[in-house]
């Protein structure tokens, strides 16, 4: 709806513009009484809110004329004269409303309502579109005379994600609200209440402080927000994160209750320094690869609270990283793959099929304990399994990853190595059920830890990320991707089987040999030591440093070479 003012305070215009546009109405402002008076007889108004204390010609003379070409808009007089014999005045000449200032927004705003409720009105507040109806006073939606529920603006969080009443976990959620106006965008939870209508209550008083100015955007503190808001998003949208519950705690410790507002980049420099050089766990300095962990993990915190409007800008943006010593190159040789294959058997050879997938297959160890016989396709035609409400193809002998690390689905290809390990397992189980399990074939993600342990100590393999050259779980994915450089696979196929979402990802798995890179270097030397330079028919350039030594004739290349040194 559209509303003329007439105000020539450009602070309390400006207040009261605000304030109407964020509620959705058009606004029109004029700054004198003749400009007012011009408006009004020149577009059709749904109401006019009208200061008497007006340059070149006073607000109720503005009234007067008003109401003589167009009697039924309603009006509002909003000023400072307080007095009982202004008020008639006033009311006589034809206002339907009457507000002294200082003034409340909030009760401007139920004044307003009020007047174009009642009218009288010459046009319907009510917009329709077949059987559509939008009530533009309430704002409400009805199809057939049936009203339909918009997305309300204080609503309940669970775990990160909004629910709906009637939710297992309702009566534990917390309340939220979520709206835009004047310019804010404000995402925060509602402390200290319990119903809706107390929840109601403390956005109208958040609304209510923007429409005064008094607005403070965000006084969210970090570990509040860590708490409630990131790390219950990353235990329902990230596979690693235990990795985040465990880093959140020393930036906790750090940051503690300052709110997110006021967390300079400087006070970033002081969290990075103290974490340079301290011991670790596992009895080392932590380098500079660590520390940028951390720091990649704030910058997510940060991320979703701009994200979210409660930071204007993300500090660790300004912040530098810390110099890293190189992607992690370890990877098994063939010699030691023979070793540790040699060594799992015993109590150890619970762990020689998952080995021997892991080498194979590139598959995680989350992958891995995740495998069920139903992901694998051991006919000879292709079969489908649900996937996030849609079939996937699973191929010929291959098997499906369900979901890898960037929540998509992958389909590997079995060899013959594969294939038999497998059908040894589904033996054992009848095909059914999880491929690997802790009561059928001992293996968890316990039993790999601490086997994988025992057997590169068996096999004389450096083990651990702290030993000098050793190794760990995950670098056996490492080693399918640089066996498949080592035989000439293209890049892409390897992406496509280790599930990277990008060749970069894939160079930092796939290393080049020692064995491929001593025949790159070999090839210099099947030409001998001379270097052939071919002739022309054109004269070489004169040099009192050039010796022609002789010539000779080259019969694969079937053509004449002069030798100069």
Same mark, same amino acid.
Request: with cysteine.
């Given at each position: 709806m559209r509303i003329l003012l007439v105000e020539d305070e450009e602070k309390v215009a400006r207040f009261i513009e605000r304030g109407l546009v964020a509620e959705r109405f058009?606004?029109?402002?004029?700054?004198?009484?003749?400009?007012g008076l011009e408006l009004a007889r020149t577009y059709n108004y749904d109401l006019m809110i009208l200061d008497l204390l007006l340059p070149r010609m006073e607000g109720t003379e503005v009234l007067?004329?008003?109401?003589?070409?167009?009697?039924?808009?309603?009006?509002?007089?909003?000023?400072?004269?307080?007095?009982?014999?202004?008020?008639?005045?006033?009311?006589?000449?034809?206002?339907?409303?009457?507000?002294?200032k200082p003034f409340a927004f909030a009760e401007l705003l139920v004044r307003i309502k009020a007047l174009l409720r009642r009218g009288p009105v010459t046009r319907s507040s009510v917009l329709r579109v077949g059987d559509l109806e939008l009530d533009r006073l309430s704002q409400q939606v009805k199809r057939s005379g049936k009203r339909i529920e918009l997305t309300s603006k204080v609503f309940k969080r669970y775990k990160g994600r909004r629910i709906k009443e009637g939710h297992p976990e309702w009566a534990r959620a917390k309340w939220w609200m979520e709206f835009s106006l004047g310019g804010h965008y404000v995402f925060r939870p509602i402390r200290d209440v319990s119903t809706?209508?107390?929840?109601?209550?403390?956005?109208?008083?958040?609304?209510?402080?923007?429409?005064?100015?008094?607005?403070?955007?965000?006084?969210?503190?970090?570990?509040?927000?860590?708490?409630?808001?990131?790390?219950?998003? $990353?235990?329902?949208? &990230?596979?690693? !994160?235990?990795?985040? @519950?465990? %880093? $959140?705690?020393?930036? &906790?410790?750090? !940051?503690?209750?300052? @709110?997110? %507002?006021?967390?300079?980049?400087m006070l970033i420099e002081e969290f990075k320094i103290s974490m340079k050089g301290k011991t670790t766990?596992?009895?080392?300095?932590?380098?500079?690869?660590?520390?940028?962990?951390?720091?990649?993990?704030?910058?997510?915190?940060?991320?979703?609270a701009?994200?979210?409007?409660?930071?204007?800008?993300?500090?660790?943006?300004?912040?530098?990283?810390?110099?890293?010593?190189?992607?992690r190159e370890r990877y098994l040789t063939h010699q030691e793959e023979g070793r540790l294959m040699e060594v799992l058997k015993g109590d150890l050879s619970h762990l020689a099929p998952?080995?021997?997938?892991?080498?194979?297959?590139?598959?995680?160890?989350?992958?891995?304990?995740?495998?069920?016989?139903?992901?694998?396709?051991?006919?000879?035609?292709?079969?489908?399994?649900?996937?996030?409400?849609?079939?996937v193809e699973i191929f010929p002998d291959s098997l499906l990853v369900v979901e890898s690390k960037n929540g998509k689905p992958r389909k590997i290809p079995m060899n013959r190595i594969v294939r038999e390990t497998l059908i040894g397992l589904a033996r054992m189980s009848d095909y059914q059920g999880e491929v690997f399990s802790?009561?059928?074939?001992?293996?968890?993600?316990?039993?790999?830890?601490?086997?994988?342990?025992?057997?590169?100590?068996?096999?004389?393999?450096?083990?651990?990320?702290?030993?000098?050259?050793?190794?760990?779980?995950?670098?056996?994915?490492?080693?399918?991707?640089?066996?498949?450089?080592?035989?000439?696979?293209?890049?892409?196929?390897?992406?496509?089987?280790?599930?990277?979402?990008?060749?970069?990802?894939?160079?930092?798995?796939?290393?080049?040999?020692?064995?491929?890179?001593?025949?790159?270097?070999?090839?210099?030397?099947?030409?001998?030591?001379?270097?052939?330079?071919?002739s022309t028919t054109s004269q070489p350039p004169k040099s009192r440093h050039r010796h022609v030594i002789g010539v000779k004739t080259v019969d694969w290349l079937r053509t004449e070479v002069t030798v100069t040194l």
């Open positions: 058009a606004v029109d402002v004029a700054e004198d009484g003749v400009a007067r004329r008003v109401r003589l070409s167009n009697p039924n808009i309603p009006i509002l007089i909003l000023t400072a004269r307080d007095t009982v014999a202004d008020k008639v005045e006033n009311f006589e000449a034809g206002t339907d409303d009457y507000l002294t809706r209508s107390q929840a109601k209550r403390a956005e109208i008083g958040v609304r209510e402080s923007i429409y005064n100015g008094r607005f403070n955007p965000s006084t969210e503190q970090f570990s509040n927000f860590v708490d409630n808001i990131y790390l219950p998003w $990353a235990r329902n949208n &990230k596979k690693s !994160f235990a990795h985040d @519950e465990s %880093r $959140a705690k020393p930036l &906790k410790g750090f !940051f503690g209750t300052l @709110e997110l %507002r006021k967390i300079p980049p766990q596992r009895g080392t300095d932590r380098k500079g690869v660590t520390v940028n962990r951390y720091l990649q993990l704030l910058s997510k915190v940060f991320s979703m701009y994200d979210n409007g409660l930071v204007d800008s993300n500090p660790c943006k300004r912040v530098r990283k810390e110099k890293e010593g190189g992607r998952a080995v021997t997938l892991a080498l194979r297959t590139g598959m995680r160890k989350a992958e891995l304990l995740g495998l069920r016989f139903e992901h694998i396709n051991f006919g000879e035609l292709p079969m489908f399994h649900p996937v996030n409400g849609r079939e802790y009561s059928r074939n001992g293996v968890s993600d316990q039993t790999i830890r601490s086997g994988f342990r025992k057997a590169c100590a068996a096999a004389k393999i450096p083990y651990g990320q702290a030993a000098a050259g050793g190794v760990v779980w995950h670098d056996l994915r490492h080693t399918l991707a640089t066996w498949l450089r080592e035989k000439g696979i293209a890049e892409i196929e390897i992406m496509e089987l280790m599930g990277h979402s990008s060749p970069n990802m894939t160079r930092s798995y796939a290393h080049s040999t020692h064995r491929v890179l001593q025949e790159a270097v070999n090839k210099l030397d099947r030409n001998g030591d001379d270097v052939l330079v071919p």
